[in-house]
């Protein structure tokens, strides 16, 4: 069984920076490809940021590059966004998602098989 717990959320004034973690808790003692996504009010969700199984490598929507870093701690089995500079069109509610066995990253939201319940993030003065 895997379950995913996301922190870190909050409300900052534009500018500011956040670090979302996400905490995986796997009782088969697996490892996960990763994602970040995030849900608008009143959107579609998107994609953030995902980093592979190895953490090598890593992928970024556009409105992320530059801003955000995605990272793991692999002996910690958590997964950590980065924010930086941040705009009130980040306001959203943010979600860390696991993939199952297959360690490459995506961006497709399907092709994740465990999700978190998320942590808001509203940017606003």
């Known amino acids: 069984q895997v379950s995913l717990e996301e922190s870190g959320g909050g409300l900052v004034q534009p500018g500011a920076s956040l670090k979302l973690s996400c905490k995986v808790s796997d009782n088969t003692g697996n490892k996960h490809a990763m994602g970040w996504f995030r849900q608008p009010p009143g959107k579609n969700g998107e994609l953030v940021a995902t980093i592979s199984l190895s953490g090598l490598t890593t992928f970024y929507a556009d409105s992320a590059k530059g801003r955000f870093t995605v990272s793991r701690d692999k002996s910690e089995n958590t997964v950590f966004l980065q924010m930086n500079s941040l705009k009130p069109e980040d306001t959203a509610l943010y979600f860390c998602?696991?993939?199952?066995?297959?360690?490459?990253?995506?961006?497709?939201?399907?092709?994740?098989?465990?999700w978190g319940q998320g942590t808001q993030v509203t940017v606003s003065s």
């Open positions: 998602a696991a993939r199952g066995t297959n360690p490459g990253l995506s961006d497709r939201s399907d092709y994740y098989d465990y």
